[in-house]
């Protein structure tokens, strides 16, 4: 009798471990397989055979349901630490890629000892919102490098307004910072004809700007960014790069002012 509960007790834990793995990775048949292996392994010791088995499982999950969370959070905390690693790997092989590429637009010190790099769309609410904290940090900190690196994930629009914007600022980098801030600062939607009009009133030709905008670097340069963007798992807007740390959505001033501390004390 005392053999059988070890053997139970084993069974359950076992099959919890495949079956709640199983379930948190979306993946139906590891928790098959997880099954499949504990009736064998349950059945070369003991006479239970599958309904038994998968009776305990069911009942044990049913009275602590909380596994399948504790699971679901060790997943994704593996998942994160693993992605932290890769992205240090990613950083490292394309620092200047990252932050010192020419196509992107820099305010703050151009000169800074540190630098942020944030991952924008003109059309994104967030990055419209972030703006602010941009500002803030640039005039708190005068040793800050601000780079901003154009990711226009949503839609034509933004794909039209950023070919501006890159086009603009190849012909007149020392006021990309005020093409920046009027356009992702304004009222309304990016589009190409609104980026146009601000490019305008900040001193550009329409026929040269036009003719800029054909620049095949420019189309390149988004490749470039996609890519990168890809291999650091950002999906979203903004998105920052400090130091050696990805940091993912519109957390807000004092947080990034945390991690901009944090690569200080690391240099």
């Known amino acids: 009798m005392t053999k059988a509960i070890l053997l139970g007790t084993t069974g359950v834990a076992a099959a919890l471990a495949m079956l709640a ?12 397989a997880g099954t499949a292996r504990l009736v064998q392994m349950a ?53 200047d890629q990252i932050f010192n590429s020419s196509f992107d637009g820099v305010v703050g010190n151009p000169n800074g000892k540190i630098t942020i790099v944030e991952f924008y769309d003109y059309n994104c609410g967030y990055c419209k919102r972030a703006i602010d904290d941009m500002r803030a940090l640039t005039k708190a900190d005068p040793d800050l490098r601000f780079v901003l690196k154009e990711f226009p994930i949503l839609g034509p629009d933004s794909q039209k307004a950023s070919v501006v914007s890159m086009a603009f600022h190849l012909m007149k980098p020392e006021k990309y910072g005020e093409f920046h801030n009027a356009l992702l600062g304004g009222q309304g939607r990016a589009t190409e004809a609104a980026a146009i009009k601000v490019a305008l009133s900040l001193g550009a030709d329409e026929a040269a700007l036009r003719e800029k905008m054909k620049d095949p670097s ?6 470039k960014t996609y890519d990168l963007a890809t291999k650091l798992a950002i999906t979203g807007t903004p998105s920052y790069v400090v130091g050696n740390e990805v940091v993912f959505g519109a957390l807000g001033q004092e947080v990034l002012a945390e991690k901009i501390e944090a690569a200080k004390a690391a240099l």
């Open 218 to 223: 420019i189309t390149e340069a988004f490749s």
């Open 43 to 95: 059945s070369s010791e003991t006479k239970l055979d599958r309904t038994e088995v998968e009776g305990i499982v069911r009942d044990y999950l049913l009275k602590n349901p909380e596994v399948l969370l504790e699971a679901q959070q060790a997943l994704e905390a593996k998942q994160k630490e693993e992605q932290r690693v890769a992205s240090l790997g990613v950083i490292k092989d394309a620092k």
């Open 21 to 32: 793995f199983g379930f948190v990775a979306g993946n139906p048949q590891t928790a098959k």
